[in-house]
């Protein structure tokens, strides 16, 4: 005997989560990257400044995520690589000041979930799917957490960011780090 679980019957299962609006814990996230340089190695860097919510309906469908990076928070660990990245002639940041994310979808079980969503980079809006993990529900202080890992990739030339060709690699891969305060609960 086997049990088909069908998307309808997912969207309408309950979260292991409680409803509510789920505030990012700063101190306990990270939104972090890889990008290759001269196709031969990797650089590893982290955005400083972001925000996030998650808010989890009564329902998958009900539920969502959203985020804005705050793109002059660049750090790659070299600050005058930084200062370059962030010039009008690379990342422009006085034109594109924010990356933002909306989930449009949310699917899975368990520990192991798909989100979907768009992704804008300065005017331009593009699909993203990440692969999500929920790692559970922890307790600090009086305060519960709830937390995730999220990775993907993005290609560059379709935000317009196609600067330094063979200098650095088309794919940017993304690994985020979330931790949420349970609704009602104040901060960290």
Do not use: C
């Not at 808010?55 to 600050?79: M, P």
């Not at 995730?148 to 780090?177: C, H, N, W």
């Amino acid at each position: 005997m086997s049990f088909e679980t069908t998307d309808a019957a997912v969207a309408t299962a309950p979260l292991p989560l409680p409803a509510g609006r789920w505030a990012i814990d700063p101190f306990h996230s990270a939104v972090n990257f890889t990008i290759r340089h001269l196709g031969i190695s990797k650089v590893r860097g982290r955005f400083a400044e972001f925000d996030a919510e998650l808010v989890v309906g009564e329902t998958l469908e009900t539920s969502s995520v959203t985020s804005t990076i705050q793109l002059a928070s660049i750090d790659t660990g070299n600050a005058d690589r930084d200062a370059h990245v962030r010039a009008s002639d690379l990342l422009d940041v006085e034109r594109r000041p924010t990356m933002a994310f909306r989930s449009t979808r949310l699917h899975g079980a368990g520990e192991d979930w798909t989100m979907e969503g768009e992704l804008t980079i300065g005017e331009v809006t593009r699909p993203v799917t990440l692969a999500v993990e929920f790692g559970g529900l922890g307790e600090f202080g009086d305060v519960r957490h709830a937390g995730f890992e999220a990775t993907g990739e993005i290609r560059r030339s379709e935000y317009g960011l196609s600067f330094a060709p063979g200098m650095l690699g088309e794919v940017v891969k993304i690994q985020l780090d979330m931790q949420f305060l349970e609704p009602g609960k104040g901060d960290a």
